[in-house]
Structure formats: structure tokens, C-alpha cells
Nanobody, 124 residues
């Protein structure tokens, strides 16, 4: 069973920084893309940043030049360094990963996995 476990959320003042981590564990053959999403009450989950297995990153415009996504492939972990935080960054942040796992027949199947979410609150 594959699990994504997040850590690093919390309360910070505007202008501050936080670093989120998300570690994948279980029977994993390989991990393709990894990313971070966020959601506020009453709104759809929003893509924040993604990173490929080769390290290529992409960001939503609202976090460019403030957030940095990275990954440690050896540890199956993705990070989100969040700098110059704003109150509008307040949300529950979820990590996501496309993970290839062996099925019953030993054939790898790629599925989407999600973390449990971690609250980030930025006070003004």
C-alpha cells in the first residue's frame, strides 16, 4: 500500500517562510510527476507547482518567484519551499504523485496518490 505523508504546515506571519515535505512509502516501482495543490473552503483544489522526475518545475502564476518545488528521488520525497507568504496563500496543501506500483500479476500500473493535507495559515 502506497502512502504519501506530509509535514511542515503551520501558522506564519505575512512575509514569512514555510517548507512542506511529502514522503512516499510502500511498494513503489517508480515515481513520475510530483506536485502540490491547495484548497480553501468552497473552492476547487488548485494546482500550485509540479516537478518531473528529471527536476523540471512549473508553477501557477501567483506563486512564481516565491515558491520553489524540489524532490529527492532517492528518498521519494517532494518539497515546497514557500517564501514571502501572503494571507491569500492560506489553504490546505496536498501533495500528489503519479506512482507506478506492481499489480497482482507483477505488471506496473501508474496511479495518482494524494497526501492527507496540511494546513498553512498566513496571518496579516
Amino acid at each position: 500500500q502506497v502512502q504519501l505523508v506530509e509535514s511542515g504546515g503551520g501558522l506564519v506571519q505575512a512575509g514569512g517562510s514555510l517548507r512542506l515535505s511529502c514522503a512516499a512509502s510502500g511498494t513503489i516501482f517508480s515515481i513520475n510527476g510530483m506536485g502540490w495543490y491547495r484548497q480553501t473552503p468552497g473552492k476547487q483544489r488548485e494546482l500550485v507547482a509540479t516537478v518531473t522526475s528529471g527536476g523540471s518545475a512549473d508553477y501557477v502564476d501567483s506563486v512564481k518567484d516565491r515558491f520553489i518545488i524540489s524532490r529527492d528521488n532517492a528518498k521519494n520525497t517532494v518539497f515546497l519551499q514557500m517564501n514571502s507568504l501572503k494571507p491569500e496563500d492560506t489553504a490546505v496543501y496536498y501533495c500528489n504523485a503519479e506512482i507506478a506500483v506492481p499489480n497482482y500479476y507483477g505488471v506496473d500500473e501508474v496511479s495518482d496518490f494524494w497526501g492527507q493535507g496540511t494546513q498553512v495559515t498566513v496571518s496579516s
